[in-house]
Structures are given as C-alpha cells and as structure tokens.
C-alpha cells in the first residue's frame, strides 16, 4: 500500500478525497493493530517473569509477617521493653517487605524504574518533610522515647499544660495518658520530648505531706509525737525513712506544720490516694483521743458606725435589751 504522497495529481477524481479518508483510516488501524500485536508479544515472553515476581513478592511479605511475630516475642521473652519490641519487629517487617519488591522489579528487568521509584520517593519525601514538620517531629521523639525510655507504660507521669495519669500506650506518634478521672488524652510526642516532663513512678517513691493545724494551747512537742504516730500506720510506708514534721507559721488561729512521710510509688504499687486518706483519718482520731484542738476559722463581728463596738455594747448604747414585751427594755420598766 503507496501513501498519499505518490499519488498522482493527474489520477484525481472528484471521489478521491474519499478514497484518501478511506485509505488513512485503514493505516491508522493496521497501525493499532501492530502495536497491540507488538504489545501482546512482549507480554506473552514477560509472562514467566511476571509470575515469578509475584510469586516472590508475596512469598516475600510472609517471611516479613513471620520474621516480624518472631521478633517481638524473642524479644519480649529477654525481657525487651514491649514498645521497643514492637518498634523494632516492625522495622525488620519493613526491610524485609522493601527486599522483595525490589528483588521483583528485579526478575523483571526494571532496576532502572527502581532508580526512579527511589529518586522520586526522595522528592517525594522531602516535599512531605516540608509539609508535615509536626508529624516528623513527633516520629522522632517517638524512637527517642522508644530507646532511652523517659518514661514507660505504666509509669504516672505529667505534662507542663497539666495532664497527668498513667501511660497506657506509647507508639511513634502520640503517647496516651488515662487521667485519674478515666478518659485518654493523645499527647503528641514531641511534647514530652522538648518540654519539662514529671515522671512520679521512676524512683519508686513519693513523699506524702499532710498540712496540719492545732490550737496555741496544745503542746508541740506532744502533737509532733502524735502525729507521727498516726501516719506511721498508713499503708505502703516505707520503714526505712523518717517520718519528719515541719513547723510552718502561727496562723491566724492555729499554729500550722505539715507531716511528711515516704510512700512506695512504683507501676505496680499506687497507692498514694488510699494512704491520704488514711492518714487524714488517723491524724484526726490521734488527736481526738489525746484532746489536740484542729481550730476552725473565728471570726469576731464588730458593731456600730466606726466598728470596735461589741454586741453587748451596741445594745446597751441604744436602749435595747431583752423585750418585755412593751417596746422597753426590762431595766427601763423597772
């Protein structure tokens, strides 16, 4: 079949731009035809290969799942912590899993798209890097708090904006804190990476402080031995510290000072409320039994214009007393 360019001019007929239409069309579709042939070709001898890579590429994502549950309970049976665990199976997941696609690309003699795939994901990457500043900064505190553990699950803890509870849950994002009221706060991580953190379980001990008031006619020295006495018997005391009493100040109607004592405070024992409150109690049934005064507020009400007048006085000034039920007073009727 001639193109349209060796026809001669001479031949044409008032048909021919038909004929040209005709003749391009039918070009345009042996052309198609060629390639889809060329196309089906190249497919059919790509066929093995193909197999072959998805074969390995799935068999690939097995090993990475088994590797992967292997892992993580090799690792927690010597005693790894549980997050670093789960961070580090994952990581083996991850490489395993970039191994066969790679090894696939392989079999199918892509190595170059390989290289592109890992130059766009670079671009790629840094664009990201750009886009999600927060959610990077949050992924690598995630792996510092991972490794050098700060903190871990189960300690009680609290942040600088005032959350406080026990972690639940720490993964490369958010750490998680039920607060003692029961609902779960999300704190980013790169919050307790920068910031001031209070971590009140790593010690194992916390220091209980009761604040205390008694009457300026008690003995001191009596009610420091009471007291003392009283708190020694609330529960998870550690024996080997010294319950210490401070004197504060004389307050307006009591002489205040705080009693101290060290409790365990660890992830497993918490009892840091229970012994409060036993200790209040015991504070207050000492002292009722060995007659120490708590004092309440008193408060003395002034009369008249200037103030500085007591009742009695401002009812002797204006005449009135006891009522003898005639508008006078019972030393006006006498």
Same mark, same amino acid.
């Given at each position: 079949?001639?193109g349209l360019?060796?026809? %001669?001019?001479?031949?044409l007929?008032? !048909?021919?731009?038909?004929l040209?239409e005709e003749?391009?069309?039918t070009?345009?579709?042996?052309?198609?035809?060629?390639?889809?042939?060329?196309?089906?070709?190249a497919?059919?001898?790509? =066929?093995?290969?193909l197999?072959?890579?998805?074969?390995?590429?799935?068999?690939?994502?097995y090993?990475?799942?088994?590797?992967e549950?292997?892992?993580k309970?090799?690792?927690?049976?010597? +005693? =790894?912590?549980?997050?670093?665990?789960?961070?580090?199976? &994952?990581?083996?997941?991850?490489?395993?899993f970039?191994?066969?696609?790679?090894?696939?690309?392989?079999?199918?003699?892509?190595?170059?798209?390989?290289?592109?795939?890992?130059?766009?994901?670079?671009?790629? @990457?840094l664009? =990201?890097?750009f886009? !999600?500043? %927060?959610?990077?900064?949050?992924?690598?505190?995630?792996i510092?708090?991972?490794? #050098?553990?700060p903190?871990?699950?189960?300690?009680?803890?609290?942040?600088?904006?005032?959350?406080?509870?026990n972690?639940?849950?720490?993964?490369? &994002?958010?750490?998680?804190?039920?607060?003692?009221?029961?609902?779960?706060? +999300?704190?980013?991580? $790169?919050y307790?990476?920068q910031?001031?953190?209070?971590?009140?379980?790593?010690?194992?001990? $916390?220091?209980?402080?009761?604040?205390?008031g /008694?009457?300026?006619g008690?003995d001191?020295?009596?009610?420091?031995?009471?007291?003392?006495?009283?708190?020694?018997?609330v529960?998870?005391?550690?024996?080997?510290e %010294?319950?210490?009493v401070f004197?504060?100040?004389? @307050?307006?109607?009591s002489?205040d !000072?705080? /009693?101290?004592v060290?409790?365990q405070?660890?992830r497993e024992?918490? *009892?840091?409320?229970?012994?409060?409150n *036993? *200790?209040?109690k015991?504070?207050?049934? *000492?002292?009722?039994?060995n007659?120490?005064?708590?004092? !309440?507020?008193?408060?003395?009400?002034?009369?008249?214009i200037?103030?500085?007048?007591? =009742? +009695? #006085?401002?009812?002797?000034?204006t005449g009135?007393s006891?009522?003898?039920?005639?508008?006078?007073?019972?030393?006006?009727g006498?």
């Amino acid at each position: 079949m001639t193109g349209l360019g060796n026809v %001669d001019r001479k031949t044409l007929t008032p !048909f021919t731009p038909i004929l040209m239409e005709e003749l391009e069309s039918t070009e345009l579709l042996n052309t198609l035809v060629e390639e889809l042939e060329s196309w089906l070709t190249a497919f059919v001898r790509l =066929l093995p290969n193909l197999i072959i890579a998805v074969l390995v590429f799935f068999a690939f994502i097995y090993v990475a799942r088994t590797v992967e549950r292997f892992t993580k309970k090799q690792l927690i049976r010597v +005693h =790894l912590d549980e997050t670093i665990s789960g961070f580090l199976s &994952r990581l083996i997941f991850l490489v395993v899993f970039i191994l066969g696609f790679v090894m696939a690309l392989s079999i199918l003699k892509l190595t170059g798209t390989v290289a592109s795939i890992l130059a766009g994901l670079g671009i790629i @990457g840094l664009a =990201l890097g750009f886009a !999600f500043q %927060d959610t990077a900064a949050n992924f690598i505190s995630g792996i510092y708090i991972t490794f #050098q553990q700060p903190y871990a699950i189960g300690d009680v803890i609290q942040t600088t904006n005032g959350v406080m509870g026990n972690v639940v849950d720490i993964d490369l &994002r958010v750490t998680k804190v039920k607060t003692f009221d029961g609902p779960v706060v +999300h704190v980013p991580n $790169r919050y307790l990476f920068q910031e001031d953190l209070i971590n009140f379980t790593e010690d194992g001990k $916390r220091r209980l402080r009761i604040d205390v008031g /008694v009457s300026y006619g008690d003995d001191l020295e009596k009610v420091e031995e009471v007291a003392k006495k009283a708190v020694g018997e609330v529960p998870g005391r550690i024996e080997g510290e %010294d319950i210490t009493v401070f004197w504060k100040e004389f @307050g307006d109607s009591s002489i205040d !000072f705080s /009693v101290n004592v060290w409790l365990q405070y660890s992830r497993e024992n918490k *009892a840091f409320v229970s012994a409060k409150n *036993a *200790a209040i109690k015991n504070i207050k049934k *000492a002292f009722d039994e060995n007659d120490i005064t708590i004092p !309440f507020p008193i408060r003395t009400m002034d009369f008249g214009i200037k103030g500085g007048v007591r =009742l +009695h #006085q401002e009812v002797s000034e204006t005449g009135w007393s006891k009522s003898n039920g005639k508008g006078k007073t019972e030393s006006e009727g006498n």
